[in-house]
Structures are given as C-alpha cells and as structure tokens.
T-cell receptor, first 114, second 115 residues
Framework: EADIYQTPRYLVIGTGKKITLECSQTMGHDKMYWYQQDPGMELHLIHYSYGVNSTEKGDLSSESTVSRIRTEHFPLTLESARPSHTSQYLC?????????????FGNGTRLTVT | AQTVTQSQPEMSVQEAETVTLSCTYDTSESDYYLFWYKQPPSRQMILVIRQEAYKQQNATENRFSVNFQKAAKSFSLKISDSQLGDAAMYFCAYRSLFGNEKLTFGTGTRLTIIP
C-alpha cells in the first residue's frame, strides 16, 4: 500500500495549459525527488529537495518547477504544457539514515499532452 | 558521471525456476550503494534488495540474492523459485555517497513468468 501519494494517476491535457502534479507523503521524510520515466527507458532525476524551502534541479533539464513549503508536500508544475512533456512522472521520498536508505515511490502520474 | 547498464530488455522464466538479471555499472568511486527495484504493472516501484560496495558478502532477501563483483563492476540479481507475482520491470540502480545522493537507474529488464 502506497504511503506516498501522487495525483492524478493519468492526465490528458492540451498544449499550453498549466498543470500541477501533486505528491504527498505521510512519513515525515525530508528528502524528496521527482523522476521522469519514458517507456522502456531509465528514470531521470529532474528535481529534488532536502527539506522545506530547499529545491534543486536534477540531471535532466526540465521546464517544470517544484516547491516545498511543507515537509509532506512536493508538487511539480508545468506552466505551459507541450507534447514533449508527455511522460510518466514518479515522485519519491527517502528514509532518513543516509545513502543506503531506500526510496519510497508513488504510483506515478502518466501525462499526455496533445 | 556514473552509468548503469542492463543489457537484457526482456527475460522470461518458468514458474518455480531460477532466473538471473544482469547489471553492470561504471564509476570511479570506491564506496557506493547498489539497488534492485521492482516495478509491477501499474503499481509503485519497490525495493527488492540493496548492497553496500564495501561489503564483500552478497546480499540476500528470501528468494532474491545478488552476485556483486566489485572489480568487474557487476551486480546481478538472482530470483529463485520464481512466482507469478515476480512479473515486473526490474531496475538496477546506483547511489553515490556524494553530491545530491541521486539514484542512477538502468533501462530496466521486463521479467515474464511462464505458468
């Protein structure tokens, strides 16, 4: 059972629309991540946060932005969606205890921009 | 930068048999963590097993075990007594002790269990 929640699961939206993908976790984890996953390909880190008011860009350049106003909430926003943004977006949080701690993933949001 | 390679896009195994998924990685670091994650269809990704590089003993979790060859930079996953619920995408991942502590993933192996 997921303890990190993403909404919506599926989203189909037209070009130019503004969208926000929601991610919430109930575990009190400080570190959170957004990954982009294309079919048949590896996950790429696009954003991460070490805690409230901390956000950093990941390795894959993304036009999206994130915010971290509360520990449990880490939303991702696209100001103007484009077909190139079509992908699956996975949110994750990391247990405390260092690099060896596992990540907990949400179910993902599959975004289609028409 | 680290890279992770999974050379088997798809694998299949008969139920109750054993299957090994391959993973190689490239790094100049001496200490790091390696993980296998499982992503069932339409379900969340979960941790299968993890290995710290400085530990020579191979990690084991019930039916899952790894063959960690540090010098060869190889980290294969063995699944014994395969079950229908093992069907999923399996991702090998590397995590550095430095920088943003991100997970670097391979491209995944889709495992099919044949009843």
């Amino acid at each position: 059972e997921a303890d990190i929640y993403q909404t919506p699961r599926y989203l189909v939206i037209g070009t130019g629309k503004k969208i926000t993908l929601e991610c919430s976790q109930t575990m009190g984890h400080d570190k959170m991540y957004w990954y982009q996953q294309d079919p048949g390909m590896e996950l790429h880190l696009i954003h991460y946060s070490y805690g409230v008011n901390s956000t950093e860009k990941g390795d894959l350049s993304s036009e999206s932005t994130v915010s971290r106003i509360r520990t449990e909430h880490f939303p991702l926003t696209l100001e103007s969606a484009r077909p190139s943004h079509t992908s699956q977006y996975l949110c994750a949080s990391s247990e405390p205890g260092g690099v060896g701690s596992p990540l907990h993933f949400g179910n993902g949001t599959r975004l289609t921009v028409t | 930068a680290q890279t992770v390679t999974q050379s088997q896009p798809e694998m299949s195994v008969q139920e109750a048999e054993t299957v090994t998924l391959s993973c190689t990685y490239d790094t100049s670091e001496s200490d790091y963590y390696l993980f296998w994650y499982k992503q069932p269809p339409s379900r969340q990704m979960i941790l299968v097993i993890r290995q710290e590089a400085y530990k020579q003993q191979n990690a084991t979790e019930n039916r899952f075990s790894v063959n960690f060859q540090k010098a060869a930079k190889s980290f294969s996953l063995k699944i014994s007594d395969s079950q229908l619920g093992d069907a999923a995408m399996y991702f090998c991942a590397y995590r550095s002790l430095f920088g943003n502590e991100k997970l670097t993933f391979g491209t995944g192996t889709r495992l099919t269990i044949i009843p």
